[in-house]
């Protein structure tokens, strides 16, 4: 039970962090934001920070 109150938490914190990393970067201009949907909030619940990383290093890859 802990382990999913654990992934279900860092979901939750990861869905909040790539709403705003979205919205400063839309203030700074840069069209790289992260879709909100149930892959990058299962990808930022099971892997976290890290998984937050890959999904913005993906967006980073896509516009290269």
């Known amino acids: 039970m ?3 109150l654990n992934i279900l938490m860092r979901g939750i914190l990861g869905t909040i962090a790539m709403y ?7 203030s700074a201009g840069i ?5 909100v949907n149930i892959y990058t909030v299962l990808t ?3 892997l976290g920070f890290p998984g937050i990383l890959a999904l913005y290093a993906i967006g980073i890859y896509k516009v290269l």
């Open 2 to 4: 802990e382990k999913i």
């Open 31 to 35: 069209s790289l934001g992260v879709g």
């Open 44 to 46: 930022s619940g099971i």
């Open 20 to 26: 705003f990393i979205n919205s400063m970067l839309e």
